[in-house]
């Protein structure tokens, strides 16, 4: 069976989405039960108001003249025609539409040609479609909630382009944002002016993947009334996504995926044609070729304007997320504390999911005081708990005052000839090698680390006489010399010793129903169940540099065989607890066939021992 496009996991059906509102207190038809207990239940589902407007954009990124237009669809309570006002959770998506099935590009197995593309490879998106449902609306419009959802620029019901992260993606949603401040224009399904005047204007946004990942673009906008966002599995920056110092890389499992992919593939607006230039330029400027950074880049780069957030986070993220990896949350979460914005952080053992799969009751209560505290300016205790939660094993949460947690120090590990992973520094040692060989995957590399073998090198601590915790972003820095086609290197950060870790979740035929429905739309959900399976290790992270880009992520200069060179990097941000007993292992190899590009084998990578080293956040 082929496989959904990465970014767009099926897991988005139980999407998330974030309410807060502008500066209108809390309507005097609210109960006063309300305001001391926490919002309750006391609207009727049923009769709740369901709307479509459009609203203008201040946009036309299709060049036909007229300013983009947003698809937006509304439940709200009833009550809010008769003066109780709503403040509103709001889930943007380029999904509600489906999915238009496009090629991968077939340039992985790199021979000397230039990047193109297969008529028949790829993923099969059309198999996928991100239906207008989930657990917000029955949730939260009982206790007092609108709940909002917008088609994308270029998807569904809206018109302009996809641009998979571009500005004016940016713009389109925080358009809806000031619609529900009074400040943009809207007509509704018969063409009338429609305004949101049931509305608090305090808005909060929220969801999974892409879904989250326009709530930190429209955060950096400092939009006012934008009170708060919850991203789960959101990208911070999109050349992180699909390139990594300087080298072309791909959501793990889905080889050849790029943003031109993901924009062609969302492109379910009437008369898609209208953005064949823009969906070309994309093509053009995304360059994977030398996979360098550019301006083209740095417009989805939403990390440098974390200073501008006025919103609160929720940040959510999965760590053993393959998909958008955990370096998203990492980068915001630090630039979203350089800035001092009032944040939050859950990071669960699962993949690419919503927490409400992994812990429903706890994320239910979580969100629904986090809402309330923002978006109904209630004081429901949850800005004093601790700042992170945190599933360091399945089922297992700790919380902290901090993240990473106290205590946490850089602590550097030398890479020595004799293959031990030594705490300190160490003198400089010979050199040691190994050849490249695309053909075989990380974990096949990383399964035994206390024999030889010619295709990595392996280097381990000895076990650990207590249990260690790794907390943050390592770092590693390789003296190295390289002869051959393969530019990269890889660095993998294992866990050596046997645990029952996490394989999956699985759904259970029992279900929670978490509200009231109606018949298309019953508020019940099935429970889902970790599958976990014992292993004699685990790679707990990894990264990647294209040596080209060893001074910097946008320029390239090329290496000279066999000379040396010293390369520093960074691998993904974790949190993982090494076992008493257990070893740490880093495994250093050149191609990594999940997530490179694959050049022609026997590219020899020589590194020097002793002078090499990682740093790892440790406690």
Excluded at 312 to 333: E, F, I, K, P, Y
Excluded at 338 to 352: D, F, S, T, Y
Excluded at 570 to 592: K, P, Y
Aim: charged share 20%; with cysteine.
């Amino acid at each position: 069976m082929k496989r959904p496009l990465s970014i767009l996991a099926a897991i988005v059906l139980a999407v998330t989405s974030g309410a807060f509102s502008s500066g209108s207190p809390v309507s005097a038809a609210t109960p006063a039960a309300a305001q001391s207990a926490g919002t309750q239940p006391i609207y009727d589902y049923a009769q709740a108001i369901r709307e479509q407007v459009w609203v203008q954009t201040p946009v036309d990124s299709d060049a036909d003249g007229s300013p983009d237009r947003v698809a937006v669809r509304i439940i709200r309570p009833r009550e809010s025609d008769s003066g109780v006002k709503v403040p509103v959770i709001f889930q943007p998506s380029p999904y509600y539409a489906g999915l238009n099935d496009v090629p991968n590009h077939d340039d992985i197995d790199r021979d000397g040609a230039d990047a193109r593309r297969s008529a028949s490879s790829g993923s099969n998106r059309a198999a996928e479609s991100i239906i207008f449902s989930g657990y917000l609306d029955n949730y939260f419009v009982p206790r007092g909630y609108a709940v909002v959802f917008a088609d994308s620029l270029g998807t569904g019901g809206s018109t302009g382009c996809p641009t998979s992260g571009g500005r004016n993606e940016t713009l389109g949603m925080k358009a809806v944002v000031d619609w529900l401040n009074g400040r943009a224009q809207a007509v509704d399904t018969a063409g009338a002016p429609a305004q949101a005047s049931w509305s608090t204007g305090r808005t909060g946004m929220i969801g999974v993947s892409y879904n989250a990942t326009l709530p930190n673009a429209v955060a950096t906008t400092g939009v006012r009334g934008l009170e708060t966002i919850v991203p789960i599995a959101g990208i911070s920056n999109w050349y992180d996504y699909y390139r990594a110092n300087g080298g072309v890389v791909a959501p793990g499992g889905f080889q050849g995926e790029d943003l031109d992919v993901l924009a062609k593939a969302v492109l379910t607006r009437a008369n898609p044609e209208v953005c064949a230039k823009v969906m070309a330029g994309i093509e053009a400027q995304q360059d994977r070729v030398t996979g360098d950074y550019s301006r083209f880049w740095d417009e989805r780069n939403y990390v440098k304007d974390a200073g501008k957030v006025r919103a609160s986070v929720l940040l959510v993220h999965g760590l053993h997320d393959d998909n958008v990896r955990t370096q998203q949350a990492g980068q915001w979460w630090d630039a979203l504390a350089r800035n001092h914005v009032p944040r939050k952080i859950w990071l669960h053992q699962a993949a690419h999911t919503d927490p409400f799969n992994v812990r429903r009751d706890v994320w239910l209560d979580t969100l629904h005081r986090w809402f309330d505290q923002w978006l109904y300016k209630m004081d429901t205790g949850i800005m004093r708990d601790p700042i992170a939660d945190v599933e360091v094993a399945p089922t297992v949460w700790r919380t902290s005052r901090t993240w990473p947690v106290p205590g946490t120090r850089p602590t550097t590990f030398s890479l020595t000839a004799s293959g031990a992973l030594k705490p300190g520094l160490a003198l400089p040692g010979p050199r040691r090698t190994f050849t490249d060989n695309p053909a075989r995957t990380a974990e096949e590399l990383a399964a035994d680390a206390t024999t030889a073998a010619p295709n990595r090198l392996a280097y381990l601590s000895q076990p650990l006489t207590r249990e260690t915790r790794l907390s943050g972003t390592p770092k590693i820095t390789v003296r190295a010399d390289l002869t051959g086609k393969s530019p990269y290197l890889t660095a993998l950060l294992v866990d050596y010793g046997p645990a029952g870790r996490y394989a999956g979740l699985r759904s259970l035929p029992t279900q929670d129903c978490i509200g009231p429905g109606i018949p298309e739309d019953p508020g019940c959900f099935a429970q889902r169940q970790y599958v976990t399976v014992t292993t004699p290790s685990e790679i707990v992270t990894r990264g990647w540099l294209d040596v080209r880009n060893r001074v910097s992520r946008s320029v390239t200069t090329p290496v000279r065989p066999g000379k040396p060179y010293t390369f520093t990097w960074n691998l993904q941000t974790e949190d993982h607890v090494f076992a008493a007993g257990h070893r740490i292992g880093v495994v250093i190899i050149s191609t990594e066939r999940d997530h490179t590009l694959r050049y022609p084998a026997g590219t020899e990578v020589g590194v020097r021992s002793g002078i090499s080293r990682v740093v790892l956040p440790l406690s």
